[in-house]
Nanobody, 118 residues
Framework: VQLQASGGGLVQAGGSLRLSCAAS????????MGWFRQAPGEEREFVAA????????YYADSVKGRFTISRDNAKNTVDLQMNSLKPEDTATYSC????????????WGQGTLVTVSS
């Protein structure tokens, strides 16, 4: 599985951005998908995840109520809608894929930079 993230940019605090991750391959619907972020000098952290069917979603407490993860298995995409952005959301965001039978994320896309100005 190859992953390509896009949609990052510069936005003012309180604004919104939508990230998208496009996946290659015909087995996308068998992968749970996640978004992670890493700020400069910080460890990578979990942001959100969605199950292979889209039936279950999970969020970090820091983004709950502001971010929404969704997927379209027909288009092989997973999106992250980010609303009410805060300066502390500034980071490089990456998408990752975890096969439904595996316990870890196996595939990672390159990151897309999100910068939130105050």
């Amino acid at each position: 599985v190859q992953l390509q993230a896009s949609g990052g940019g510069l936005v003012q605090a309180g604004g919104s951005l939508r990230l998208s991750c496009a996946a290659s391959g015909r087995t996308f619907s068998t992968y749970n998908m996640g978004w992670f972020r890493q700020a400069p000098g910080e460890e990578r952290e979990f942001v959100a995840a969605i199950s292979w069917s889209g039936g279950s979603t999970y969020y970090a407490d820091s983004v709950k109520g502001r971010f929404t993860i969704s997927r379209d298995n027909a288009k092989n995409t997973v999106d992250l809608q980010m609303n009410s952005l805060k300066p502390e959301d500034t980071a490089t965001y990456s998408c990752a894929a975890q096969h439904m039978t595996q316990g870890r994320y196996e595939y990672w896309g390159q990151g897309t930079l999100v910068t939130v100005s105050s």
